[in-house]
């Protein structure tokens, strides 16, 4: 079966693209002009070029029967605000749109839990969750939210959209990298004197990608599933990446006043200024409220699988290791 992939060049897309390839699908990429095609790189993929929000992106989906919309603007950066609306949202419109017209059968679209929102004071909260829109922090968040909204109102008119909500994903080509394998990178780089006391959801990307093929094979039309695994503090996790490594985990916290006043300089004052901002404020505001979830919907509807965190560490390690973005 041939199956249309927006986003294969990224992190999830890119475990995705290969456990299509290994389950016997055809795999259509959709790629940017300007995308780093390294993920893909030695793969039987077909590459179509082109934008989500082509008014022609119909005319390449022709012929798939199945689409996973993986592909977002990720930033937390509030200059980027109008580039996360017109890629999320808007994206995600022209993207349906297209599929609908193209005949495609059946839809994955990749969520977020940052569209579901934290629970209060650490509560972990499942699907049935939803933050209020105006309490969801940042731009990104909001963008994902009203993108998933999309996806249901389309779900809800008769079209076939199954919507997955990825916790913080960790294993190897994290090529960007995304914020999970950013705190990785710095802790390899000696670059976390201090953290933060707060909590995240983690998994193994791979079973990320899993949880979308089992979505397309199990899952309901107009449902939403968490694909998590562990609620882990960051000093946990830490902990995890001394035991791995050898390094030394950091051990104190730092306040958030502190990265909060530095982030708002750097946005506020520095970046206007033509300088590169190095902490976005809305990543420090997330920071501040553990995001812990509850995935036993995905476990007992999709049977996501729930892969050792250990394992993903580890990979996602040697990966950056080998790739050289950790010098000396």
């Not at 809800?156 to 914020?179: M, R």
């Not at 006043?257 to 982030?263: H, K, Q």
């Amino acid at each position: 079966m041939r199956v249309f992939v927006t986003g294969g060049t990224g992190f999830i897309g890119a475990h995705l693209v290969r456990l299509l390839l290994q389950e016997g699908y055809t795999v259509t990429a959709l790629v940017r002009p300007s995308s780093n095609l390294d993920n893909l790189r030695g793969l039987a993929v077909e590459i179509a070029t082109g934008d989500l929000n082509d008014a022609n992106l119909w005319q390449q989906m022709q012929g798939c029967q199945y689409l996973f919309h993986v592909a977002a603007h990720y930033s937390l950066w509030q200059a980027d605000r109008e580039q996360l609306y017109l890629h999320n949202v808007e994206g995600t419109r022209n993207v349906l749109a297209s599929a609908q017209r193209a005949g495609i059968e059946r839809t994955v679209y990749t969520s977020s839990v940052a569209a579901i929102g934290a629970g209060a004071s650490g509560k972990v909260v499942d699907e049935s969750y939803q933050s209020p829109v105006e309490k969801l922090v940042g731009d990104y968040k909001k963008s994902k939210f009203l993108a998933e909204q999309v996806a249901m109102q389309a779900a809800n008119q008769g079209q076939e959209i199954v919507v997955v909500n990825p916790s913080s994903p960790i294993g190897p080509l994290d090529i960007k990298p995304t914020p999970t394998g950013d705190i990785i990178l710095r802790f390899l780089r000696r670059q976390m004197p201090f953290y933060m006391d707060t909590g995240l959801n983690f998994i193994d990307v791979r079973d990320v990608a899993w949880g979308h093929l089992l979505a397309l094979q199990k899952g309901k039309s107009g449902d939403r599933y968490i694909l998590g695994y562990q609620n882990l503090t960051l000093k946990e996790l830490l902990e995890q990446l001394a035991q791995l490594t050898g390094l030394k985990a950091p051990q104190s916290t730092i306040p958030p006043w502190i990265p909060l006043s530095v982030a708002w300089v750097d946005e506020k004052i520095l970046a206007p200024l033509g300088k590169s901002p190095s902490v976005p404020l809305d990543g420090v505001r997330m920071a501040k409220q553990p995001m812990y979830y509850n995935a036993s919907k995905a476990i007992r509807e999709l049977g996501l699988p729930q892969s050792s965190l250990n394992v993903a560490l580890k990979d996602a390690v040697d990966w950056f290791m080998t790739q050289g973005y950790v010098k000396g």
